[in-house]
């Protein structure tokens, strides 16, 4: 076999319309729609419905009972022609749902490159997913989240509407986000929600130096564990650093904050302290 044949099992439902790279792997049990098109050695195991206008992009692997593009779970939706689109990269493990857009959130759920999802990961309406994530086992989205690069989301972890979760952050274990988490950040709980610091360890995996590291821990510090307001927090935050890719990125995020930030803390002896 060459390849670049596509494979298709006997017992697979494909549309004859849908788009198939080269290469691509369809299992047993699986249903393509129409107005799918799957890039180049995109491999679905078996019983992996894809449907709706969803584009999926090259290497990625689709574990059994995974379910992609299917109708969003908003009362407004009316049928509307919306899009899924995905990287290249991509692991689904088993059961997990990713839903398309809505007209009122933009028409589009989009997921990056090398993105890990782990079973029963839920990725709710209009949702903006970055690259190189991990979503834990049951991991839940609800629409309209934002999720940057890098960032590592617990088991169980439940994100509320809107919500938006920075770059190389983390989430432990059964946490609820209701607010923004900022980029670097590392955060657990339920009620309420705590920071915990810096995530140090996942930013050390990411190739950041001990100077980059030390100096984001005193941002850190200044903005959540001193007793000064947002405001304030931020003037001191860029009064004590130059200008730089982090330090931007940190104030840039919080001052575009909707839905406010998660600013409950730790106590002393859990938070970060390296």
Known sequence: MSPHDITIHPSATVHPKAQLDSGVWIGPGCVIGEKVSLGRNTRLESNVSIIGMTEVGADCRFAPFS???????????????????IGDGNIFKEFITVHRGTVKGGGLTRIGDRNYFMAYVHVAHDCRIGNETIFINSATLAGHVTVGDFV???????????????????????????????????????????????????????????????????????????????????????????????????????????RGIIKKTAEPWENDSE
């Not at 593009?69 to 919306?82: A, L, N, V, W």
């Open 67 to 85: 379910s992609i593009g299917t109708e969003p779970q908003d009362i407004g939706y009316k049928g509307d022609e919306t899009v899924v689109r």
């Open 152 to 258: 590592t989301v617990g088991a169980f972890t439940g994100v509320h509407q809107f919500c938006r979760i920075g770059r190389y952050a983390f989430t432990g274990g059964f946490t609820v986000i209701t607010q923004d988490l900022p980029p670097f950040c590392r955060v657990a709980g339920m009620r309420p929600v705590k920071i915990f610091g810096l995530n140090s360890v996942g930013l050390r995996r990411r190739g950041f130096s001990n100077a980059r590291i030390n100096a984001l821990r005193e941002m850190i510090k200044i903005f959540f564990y001193s007793d000064l307001n947002t405001a304030q927090a931020l003037e001191k935050i860029e009064a004590s650093f130059p200008p730089g890719e982090d330090r931007d990125e940190l104030t840039a995020f919080i001052r575009s904050s909707k």
